[in-house]
């Protein structure tokens, strides 16, 4: 499964946490420690907030360890908000289109994890996308159809009830096909103002994911990228962490019916 990391907070470059840390993104698409595949070359991507109120994003399908231009970039970018994505894939193509973070209008996501079985649901949960936006999704993940779902199920509106919503559309559509493997999943969108990171898992093995809430920012990654396990906090399973404003974040459970 794929690795990523969010952050939010003062202004950094994004060398700060790609590079330089002993265990950073870029150490963990070689050699992660608390991934199902330890290695993660299936692309990447970065994406940023700046002077405006969209994101920009950048993609490859190169290894994430190999591409000069990420290293020149993060060493230039600096920003209050980015999100950085190395890829390891379920099944579906290699291919700039299916690199996160995926970015619609003001919106970011990116996404590890599978739905069970996601070749026999891929129409079904196309078909919960409405034809003002599907025209608009560029790949053919499961990652980017999650997000087209909780955008036409209200993100703009309710964060929250959205990914609710989202979820328990795929549990059942997973029921109707009698599907049995896991839906499993750790996911972050930001809109550059307000920021939700999600873990959930239909069985007891969500993909691991941890937040450091210090210095005035907040990091939120698949794996910690120091070893001062104190400093870092495990988001529960079955939980969303919100972070709204310059206020603390806050963890709810997910209530999934």
Known sequence: MCRWL??????????????????????????????????NGDGFGVGWFGERNIPG??????????????????????????FAHVR??????TSRANC???????????HNGQVGDYHRLRRAMENRIPDETYHCRK????????????????LDDDPVTATRETINEIRGLMGDYDIKLPFRMTAAFTDGSRYYAVRYST????????YCDEKGGLTVMSEPVTEESQTWKE??????????????????????N
Request: aromatic share 10%.
């Open 235 to 256: 988001v529960p399973p079955d939980s969303i962490l919100i972070s709204e404003g310059d206020g603390r974040p806050t963890l709810a459970g997910l209530d999934i």
């Open 203 to 210: 069985d007891d093995r969500p993909p691991s994911l941890y």
């Open 6 to 39: 969010s952050y939010r907070g003062p202004a950094i470059f994004l060398e700060d946490l790609l590079y330089t840390p002993k265990h950073s993104l870029i150490d963990q698409s070689l050699q992660a420690h608390e991934a199902k595949t330890p290695t």
């Open 88 to 93: 390891a894939s379920t099944g579906t193509a």
């Open 57 to 82: 994003t950048y993609h490859e399908i190169l290894p994430a360890w190999n591409d000069g231009n990420l290293r020149s970039l993060a060493r230039q970018i600096k920003s209050p908000n980015f």
């Open 100 to 110: 996160h973070p995926f970015s619609h209008g003001r919106w970011m996501f990116m």
């Open 139 to 154: 790949g053919t993940t499961d990652s980017e159809a999650i997000f087209f779902m909780l955008l036409s199920n209200g």
